[in-house]
T-cell receptor, first 115, second 113 residues
Framework: GAVVSQHPSWVICKSGTSVKIECRSL??????MFWYRQFPKQSLMLMAT?????????EQGVEKDKFLINHASLTLSTLTVTSAHPEDSSFYIC???????????FGPGTRLTVT | GESVGLHLPTLSVQEGDNSIINCAYS??????FIWYKQESGKGPQFIID?????DKRQGQRVTVLLNKTVKHLSLQIAATQPGDSAVYFC????????????FGSGTRLLVRP
């Protein structure tokens, strides 16, 4: 149980285009999902907290107009990187909060490369 | 801002030996800590957690120790195996209704055969 999937697992896009990444909780409902970014050999940095049916809460320094988050259902949150640039190339990881407080289940990550 | 950091960026151990990975945290108000294992190209995998009202918790081959006095957390892995090779992160929770995780910088564990 408590499986989180991400799609796609990797994507290559051209500079200036937009890319959408999906995060799904497969066997549980998640009112809260989190999006992280991880650069090579670095730690995970929280980008935003996504709440079902409401606007996402972004961390300081994260541009909400660039990283659009939609949490339209209890099992799906999407992150859209708009007008992507090479510096947006990173490993994007989502997590979903389980029914028991404090538990977060992580997805396998999405490798984004912007050329 | 608050941060969670690690003392050692890389730890190399002989297969079968015990491993100790350390972590220092700075937010004295944090009340929940988790250790994650991350293999290359994958998401973090939960290993073990501990609440601030405890100082030790044991799992299968792993033990987490919490010293709130010096704000220090450690992960002990007994009889380290090649499959334990990965990057290990400690994380602390900061939050009210949703528990945001703040991750440490990570330690790479290399297990020599």
């Amino acid at each position: 149980g408590a499986v989180v999937s991400q799609h796609p697992s990797w994507v290559i896009c051209k500079s200036g285009t937009s890319v959408k990444i999906e995060c799904r909780s497969l066997d549980f409902q998640a009112t809260t999902m989190f999006w992280y970014r991880q650069f090579p050999k670095q730690s995970l940095m929280l980008m935003a907290t996504s709440n079902e049916g409401s606007k996402a809460t972004y961390e300081q320094g994260v541009e909400k107009d660039k990283f659009l988050i939609n949490h339209a259902s209890l099992t799906l949150s999407t992150l859209t990187v708009t007008s992507a640039h090479p510096e947006d190339s990173s490993f994007y990881i989502c997590s979903a909060e389980g029914l028991v407080s404090y538990e977060q289940y992580f997805g396998p990550g999405t490798r984004l490369t912007v050329t | 801002g608050e941060s969670v950091g690690l003392h050692l960026p890389t730890l190399s151990v002989q297969e079968g030996d015990n491993s100790i990975i350390n972590c220092a945290y700075s937010n004295s108000a944090s009340d929940y800590f988790i250790w994650y294992k991350q293999e290359s190209g994958k998401g973090p995998q939960f290993i073990i957690d501990i609440r601030s009202n405890m100082d030790k918790r044991q799992g299968q081959r792993v033990t987490v120790l919490l010293n709130k006095t010096v704000k220090h957390l450690s992960l002990q892995i007994a009889a380290t195996q090649p499959g334990d090779s990965a990057v290990y992160f400690c994380a602390e929770t900061v939050g009210d209704s949703s528990y945001k995780l703040i991750f440490g910088s990570g330690t790479r564990l290399l297990v020599r055969p």
